[in-house]
């Protein structure tokens, strides 16, 4: 392969040339082809169940650029059962542990289900975001036999299965029972049932519900024997093979996939490469998001960020900005990043349209095509208004409750980012309410980290000092100037650097009143982050 620029010189370009060079070694047919991701309806869709859809779509837009038919299937696992009861959902649902989560009730009572309400949550973010998928539903897929010959091939070679998991992962659980759950004829529950020999004339497995080790504690069988039908859906296979069947079932040739699951996935290619003759799809792995104290955000975790947590303060756009901006490599997030994703965009959307210069040809391709990607390939027509996020905040803070709108009107066009007789468009306005929601919700200041100067870092050091014993916006003001004088700054760009760390801007609101506005201490706060992140960065330089 060439190593000219592919399409719009994203991975994801390169990704989708990769596969079509692939499929063409493999002699299989370039008709339609399928990227898939899983939807989760267990739990909370967190922001990396988002990641799935967002990077397998942007394989699929570029597929469809270089003139292939393409679509991305959104699977969704709504066949799974109950393993644990979500953090901030009642105790009430551990009756329902071991249950297919669609034969669990919806506490809402806006869905005919749990499963339906938890994947409707994501399906939600998939649409605000762009995201076009054909849903497709593992109860569904099973109950309509779409999976009926993958299933019949793996428990007539369970034996093989079973070899195939203990090679791989060490366990031996599959060489004494069936890669398939049955759900229980009598009390209801799936994975309490030991699934013990296949029937293939009938089309059933025999087995018991005696019960079974899940998350730690003993989930208890109701002691049942009986048979169940694969055939109408009468049980699901296990996750070693049922991730083969989907694809060969629907002809899957590429799916992304978190390093949380790379067993599966490892033994899921074996037993659809040996055992379904199919070889398995193109993937691609990637690493996980973290929350700040280190730990894996997840529903199971109890530390569920979802994606409608990000929509009260940012853009579609600012999340899937996040989600394509890198690939590889452990990110720590949480909400406060919000601002930094919303500034990003609107940087990137300076250079696609010309209002800020890339440093070569090749990174301007790079830019603008992440731009469009976040986009879904189609990108406004001009460019947003760009008030920087943490001014938004500011202003939102300070607005007298009789007319908002005017209030900020005025004091953007004071500052240059409204002309004379502009008033707020729906992007704006938009922008508005994400700050207003964030002004709610958090005191915090999302400050910029810059590199400063010996000089610089003592100014800001001193000032943090007086910050802590002036209370007066002029007197705040005066101490400016006369730190900036005593350490021999030119006093405009000491502004600039400030207003940058504070705003993410060269210019803004009169500083003394503005500190006192968003709180002493979330600025002093803000001014220490950025002085610690600059002292870190001078050490590794020096080191």
Not at 252 to 260: C, L, N, Q, S, T
Request: some cysteine.
């Amino acid at each position: 392969m060439s190593d000219s620029t592919i399409g719009r010189g994203t991975w994801y370009d390169k990704m989708a040339a990769k596969i079509i060079e692939r499929e063409r070694k493999l002699g299989r047919s370039l008709g339609l082809i399928r990227t898939e991701m899983g939807l989760g309806a267990s739990g909370f869709p967190h922001i990396g169940s988002l990641g799935d859809a967002a990077r397998s779509y942007a394989v699929t837009l570029a597929l469809k650029e270089q003139g292939y038919k393409s679509e991305l299937v959104a699977f969704c696992d709504d066949k799974d059962g109950l393993r644990k009861v979500p953090t901030g959902l009642p105790k009430s649902l551990e009756k329902y542990l071991g249950f297919p989560v669609t034969s669990v009730p919806d506490l809402n009572g806006c869905h005919e289900s749990y499963g339906k309400h938890m994947s409707s949550l994501l399906l939600d973010a998939l649409d605000k975001c762009g995201i076009e998928y054909h849903y497709m539903s593992a109860k569904e897929a099973y109950e309509k036999g779409w999976l009926k010959e993958e299933i019949r091939t793996l428990l007539l070679n369970a034996k093989k299965v079973g070899e195939i998991v203990k090679e791989e992962v060490g366990q031996e659980r599959y060489t004494e029972v069936l890669p398939y759950f049955a759900v229980c004829g009598n009390c209801g529950r799936l994975y309490t049932t030991k699934s013990l020999e296949f029937l293939p004339k009938e089309t059933k497995v025999v087995y018991v519900c005696e019960g079974m080790e899940i998350r730690g504690r003993r989930l208890e069988g109701c002691g049942f024997k009986g048979e169940a039908d694969v055939s109408k859906g009468e049980g699901k296979l296990s996750w070693k093979g049922e991730f083969a069947a989907r694809w060969k079932a629907l002809d899957i040739r590429f799916e992304a996939y978190g390093k949380d699951i790379a067993d599966s996935v490892r033994i899921n290619d074996r037993i659809c490469r040996e055992l379904l003759c199919f070889e398995p799809p193109s993937h691609a792995k990637y690493e996980l998001f973290l929350d700040k104290s280190g730990k894996k955000i997840s529903k199971s975790a109890g530390n569920v960020f979802t994606p409608q947590v990000w929509f009260r303060y940012g853009s579609p756009q600012s999340l899937l900005l996040l989600m394509l901006k890198r690939f590889v490599g452990t990110r720590t997030l949480d909400v406060s990043d919000i601002p930094s994703y919303m500034n990003e965009l609107d940087s990137l959307e300076d250079v696609y349209f010309g209002r800020k210069q890339a440093k070569d040809e090749k990174e301007l391709t790079k830019i603008k095509g992440l731009y469009e990607y976040c986009w879904s390939l189609k990108p406004p027509a001009k460019p947003c208004i760009h008030a920087p996020y943490n001014l938004l905040t500011f202003l939102t803070k300070m607005t007298p409750p009789e007319d908002p709108e005017g209030f900020i009107t005025e004091k953007l066009r004071s500052y240059g980012y409204l002309q004379k007789n502009q008033t707020l468009d729906e992007d704006l306005k938009k922008r508005v309410e994400y700050a207003r929601n964030w002004t709610k919700d958090f005191e915090a200041i999302k400050e910029t980290t810059i590199s400063l100067t010996e000089e610089e870092r003592s100014a800001i050091s001193e000032l943090i000092e007086l910050l802590k014993v002036e209370n007066e916006p002029e007197r705040i003001q005066n101490a400016i100037f006369n730190v900036a004088k005593k350490h021999d700054l030119k006093l405009g760009d000491f502004f600039k650097t400030l207003y940058t760390i504070l705003l993410g801007v060269t210019q803004g609101p009169k500083l003394g009143p503005y500190f006192l506005a968003m709180g002493k201490q979330n600025v002093i706060n803000a001014l220490q982050r950025s002085f610690n992140e600059t002292r870190i960065s001078t050490q590794s330089h020096t080191s």
